[in-house]
């Protein structure tokens, strides 16, 4: 935000500093604005230990926002699991010693609910705890 603030002060300084028979002869005069965004993700989740019912675990809801054009990726660690299929909306990964990662191709926000399918606990007795992290590409 602070490097923005430099650039248009600096350059209504310039314009500000153009001599004023220039205007006056009728000569139009414009400006460029250009602004660089640096790339923004950030992902929640309403609950961090899913419900499991036998080979079936609802994740809760994820809201995934994320401002990269050229993508991000969404990776998912779940505790006490070893295998199973992570589907969140129409998109599926496969998880591999309680990890599963989830491409997306272009920015976006969505908040969807997640779910495993399949799942294959380390310990039938134990909690399955979920922690997720977003980074774009």
Not at 77 to 103: C, F, K, Q
Not at 104 to 119: E, G, Y
Request: with cysteine.
């Amino acid at each position: 935000m602070y490097r923005i603030r430099a650039m248009l002060f600096a350059a209504v300084s310039v314009v500000g500093a153009t001599p004023a028979s220039a205007a006056s002869q009728g000569d139009t005069q414009s400006m460029v604005l250009a602004a660089q965004v640096l790339p923004f993700c950030k992902i929640s989740q309403d609950q961090h230990v899913a419900s499991v019912d036998g080979s079936f675990a609802n994740l809760g809801t994820v809201t995934e926002v994320c401002n990269a054009r050229t993508g991000y990726r969404v990776e998912v660690r779940l505790t006490n699991v070893l295998g199973g299929t992570v589907r969140a909306a129409h998109e599926d990964a496969s998880i591999v010693d309680g990890n599963a990662v989830l491409v997306r191709d272009s920015a976006r926000k969505l908040a969807q609910n997640w779910r495993v399918q399949d799942l294959v606990r380390r310990n039938a007795n134990a909690a399955v705890t979920v922690h997720f992290t977003v980074s774009p590409i």
